[in-house]
């Protein structure tokens, strides 16, 4: 497995988060990011995770709700990668990917465009 720092891996996710274009970022609301070691092991090995309530399905209701999570998962990146430059590509990918779901784009449509 490839041996990064924690602060080093959350500089690469601050990183693909600025990458972010203006427009898109601006539009993000009531979320927060969050790099975690592992998911939970009783669950699927994922890289990232979106927890809330996105952009398209929310509604008067919504106001006053805690923000949006998304979460991504060191361990699963760092044992996927083999070279630095992987895991800033694949850090790229689950930050993009984890931003869509907030903006409603489901996982089929994401491996449509390329970033499953």
């Known amino acids: 497995m490839l041996k990064m720092s924690r602060e080093e891996f959350e500089e690469l996710v601050a990183s693909a988060l600025d990458r972010i274009p203006s427009e898109l970022a601006q539009a993000m609301d009531n979320i927060a990011v969050f790099v975690e070691d592992e998911p939970d092991p009783a669950g699927p090995q994922l890289s990232g995770l979106y927890e809330g309530t996105p952009l398209t399905e929310r509604g008067e209701w919504y106001a006053g709700a805690l923000p949006d999570r998304i979460t991504i998962y060191m361990g699963p990146i ?11 590509h694949e850090v790229a990918v689950t930050v993009v990917h984890e931003v869509a ?15 499953g």
């Not at 760092?78 to 800033?88: A, D, F, Y």
């Not at 784009?105 to 970033?115: C, N, Q, T």
């Open 78 to 88: 760092l044992r996927h990668c083999g070279e630095p430059e992987e895991v800033v």
């Open 101 to 115: 779901h907030h903006f409603g784009i489901e996982d089929a449509r994401l491996h449509e465009l390329g970033w």
